[in-house]
């Protein structure tokens, strides 16, 4: 039995909206159509928490043309958030709402998000008074309930949090790789959300399709344990079975995906002891292996005056890293910074990294990379 918490009462899996299929051909579009297909699945399956933001590009609109123009508006929720950084002034922050509510003509979100807080921007979000603007949003009916998403440290999530109590729920990355990892600390941020009480929305809970295709050794402890279940089925129910968790955000790119995700999140069961000891093997596996842990969020690549393909340049070194895969890591690389700035370009300004949410050394690892491609 589902729990209930802010009114959500479905299996857990959120669709994110974030990394919506491109028409094929090179140029950045959304293939609208294949994300009509997608929503219906998700829907027909009794699912119904949608997930966008202002600064995932064009996905305000596709959602506006997949879901809202198509649904009736109590047959799902939906959750999009306001990034300060991106806005550059009080002012323009405060306008990505009414926005938002433009460019998805939703009426109003059920889950409205401070983006991305973390100790270096946290103080637009203090300063320019985005606390008490959410809390009036509500109370004017534009929005039904108001979190933040989070990319720092325990001790800041619970200062944020004691200083916040009305909040009412919190956004955080969660997955097997990052439960104890030093950087992202998921467990412990998950901790301090229970302490405060929060429901928890979970992101990243296949770290951006890297637990997806895992080393070699994980994929056969999974396909070892259960052929029939899909390499990604183990990211998500980890995610999804902890208690407290009013949502599991999948970010699908593709109908294959949605298939997937649907197969084993419509009728949802958590892991058991063998699973969950079977998920504590793959840490100790990841736990070896130095790779770039970046999620392709794309958040560093619009302010790069070099046009360098940050997360595409990562995705081939960790090709390298992760699977030893040389040549296929070099074509990769080849052919992802034909037309952009290649890692040697970098000049080093460090705008990349005040964007990073994984607070990835990016000049350092670019470094790196130019060394091995160039
Ligand atoms: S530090 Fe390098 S990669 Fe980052 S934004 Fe500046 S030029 Fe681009
Ligand atoms: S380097 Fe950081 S900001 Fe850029 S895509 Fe990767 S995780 Fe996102």
Redesign the pocket.
Known sequence: MAEEYLGQNTPKLGFGLMRLPRIPGGEDVIDVEQVKTMVDMFLEAGLTYFDTAYVYGGSEVATKAALVDRHPRDSYTLATKLNARAAGSEEKAKRQLSESLERTGAGYFDYYLLHAISKDNLGLYDDWGLWEFVKEAKEKGLIRHYGFSFHDTPELLNEILTKHPDVEFVQLQINYADWDNPSVTSRRNYEVARKHGKPVVIMEPVKGGTLANPPQSIRKLFKEAEPEMSVPSWAIRFAASLPGVLTVLSGMSNIEQMRDNLSYMSDFHPLDEKEQDIIKKAQEELAKVNSIPCTSCHY?TP????N?P?PDIFSAMNKILIYGQKEEGQAQYDRDTKDK?KAS?????????AMCPQHIR??DR?KECAAQFE
């Open positions: 560093c302010g790069c005056p070099m360098i940050i700035g370009a970098c000049i080093e300004c460090g705008q990349c990294e990016i000049r670019l």
